[in-house]
């Protein structure tokens, strides 16, 4: 069974900077993807970022240029640094893993909220 997990979310102000990590376990396939979501009040879920095993990333467009995902040294770990952060940033954060002939799992989310 795959479980994520994610931390570092928080009340920050605007203009500052969090870094949220996901920690998967259980049967992770080594051929997948991990990525961040987020949904804010009234709003539908949306991507912030991706990774690939490779490496390769995929942005939102509302996050270019502001956060960064990237894999830590553990095998399925996965950060999002979040730097001038602003209040539409506010909503939970959720973390996805995406493996090959398995689908797809999410975390419970972690609240970022953002003030002015």
């Not at 992770?28 to 912030?48: C, D, I, Y």
């Not at 991706?50 to 553990?74: C, E, L, M, Q, W």
Request: proline share 2%; with cysteine.
């Amino acid at each position: 069974q795959v479980q994520l997990v994610e931390s570092g979310g928080g009340l920050v102000q605007a203009g500052g900077s969090l870094r949220l990590s996901c920690a998967a376990s259980g049967t992770v396939f080594n051929v997948n993807t991990m990525s961040w979501h987020r949904q804010a009040p009234g709003k539908q879920r949306e991507l912030v970022a991706s990774i690939i095993n490779g490496g390769t990333t995929n942005y939102g467009d509302a996050v270019k240029g502001r956060f960064t995902i990237s894999r830590g040294n553990a095998a399925n770990t996965v950060y999002l640094q979040m730097n001038s952060l602003e209040p539409e940033d506010t909503g939970i954060y959720y973390c996805k893993l995406w493996m090959l002939s398995a689908g797809e799992f999410w975390g419970q989310g972690t609240q970022v909220t953002v003030s002015s």
